[in-house]
């Protein structure tokens, strides 16, 4: 149980174009995801907290117009890059929380890896 | 704000031995979690075990067991019995209960020697 999917795994776009990462609770709701960046070596820092079906809640120093995240339905989060630059590549994994757990676990994805020419 | 600091970027284990990671936190509130993740070559982020913050007993998963010293706000995690499987970045994340996101820690990541 607790399985939590991302696509694409890899993703490379040239400069300026968008790109969308699915993130998804196969087996299990979630009404709140997470998305995250790691560099390389790195620990994992927090963009924003996706609430399904209000607006997401945008860490300090994170544009929200450059990374637009939509939580549409209880399985599914998607963040989506937008005018993609170099500076945006990195490794970006998404985690859910099971709704119906108290436990406050959350359960990460195998991240998607993006690299912008 | 809580923090979590883990004070060892590397350690390293011969295999079968018992490897202690260390990490400690800083938060004002009283109802938390605790927890370890690993983070293999594959990048997966997996757990490891979890801590209720208002639990005094501390939590055992198989090879894995934390010693939890609330007092001291220390969170360590024990390995035991060491496997080349085990080989990974661990992180370790402090969570306010209601409050959802996680503050992870810097890392420390494990070799195994066969």
């Known amino acids: 149980g607790a399985v939590v999917s991302q696509h694409p795994s890899r993703v490379i776009c040239k400069s300026g174009t968008s790109v969308k990462i699915e993130c998804r609770s196969l087996d299990f709701q979630a009404t709140t995801m997470f998305w995250y960046r790691q560099f390389p070596k790195q620990s994992l820092m927090l963009m924003a907290t996706s609430n399904e079906g209000s607006k997401a809640t945008y860490e300090q120093g994170v544009e929200k117009d450059k990374f637009l995240i939509n939580h549409a339905s209880l399985t599914l989060s998607t963040l989506t890059v937008t005018s993609a630059h170099p500076e945006d590549s990195s490794f970006y994994i998404c985690?859910?929380?099971?709704?119906?757990?108290?436990?406050?676990?959350?359960?990460f994805g195998p991240g998607t890896r993006l690299l912008v020419l | 704000a809580q923090t979590v600091t883990q004070s060892q970027p590397e350690m390293s284990v011969q295999e079968a031995e018992t490897v202690t990671l260390s990490c400690t936190y800083d938060?004002?509130?009283?109802?938390?979690?605790l927890f370890w993740y690993k983070q293999p070559p594959s990048r997966q982020m997996i757990l490891v075990i979890r801590?209720?913050?208002?639990?005094?007993q501390n939590a055992t998963e198989n090879r894995f067991s934390v010693n939890f010293q609330k007092a001291a706000k220390s969170f360590s995690l024990k390995i035991s019995d060491s496997q080349l499987g085990d080989a990974a970045m661990y992180f370790c994340?402090?969570?306010?209960?209601?409050?959802?996101?996680?503050?992870f820690g810097q890392g420390t990541r494990l070799t195994i020697n066969p």
């Open positions: 994340a402090c969570g306010r209960i209601g409050a959802q996101k996680l503050v």
């Open positions: 985690s859910a929380r099971d709704a119906r757990s108290e436990q406050e676990t959350q359960y």
């Open positions: 801590q209720e913050a208002y639990k005094q």
């Open positions: 938060t004002s509130e009283s109802d938390y979690y």
